[in-house]
């Protein structure tokens, strides 16, 4: 896989709160580094940060929905939070 023009190329399939490998450019690499040091922050939360920054600028709302939906599926979709889908009827709300 070539390198994009800042130097990234992701070679691993992403699945949630999965780790992948990337290769960066040389300069690109000690810019996140310099960033997480002065920061006194774990690179890859220096990485992640850079990453949601590259993707807002770059994904509109409706591809942003879309990569979200299966996450909030999860955490939406299942038995706990099923008790709260009549949340009118669980707190005593009339309807309106």
Do not use: C, F
Request: aromatic letters at 6%.
């Amino acid at each position: 896989m070539k390198p994009d023009r800042d130097g990234i190329a992701i070679l691993a399939q992403v699945a949630l709160n999965a780790p992948i490998t990337i290769h960066l450019a040389e300069e690109t690499r000690a810019r996140l580094e310099l960033a997480a040091a002065e920061r006194k922050a774990p690179l890859d939360e220096i990485v992640e940060q850079a990453l949601a920054v590259y993707l807002a600028d770059h994904l509109g709302a409706s591809e942003w929905s879309e990569l979200s939906t299966g996450a909030l599926e999860a955490v939406w979709d299942n038995d706990l939070d099923a008790r709260y889908d009549n949340w009118r009827e669980l707190y005593g709300i009339p309807p309106g």
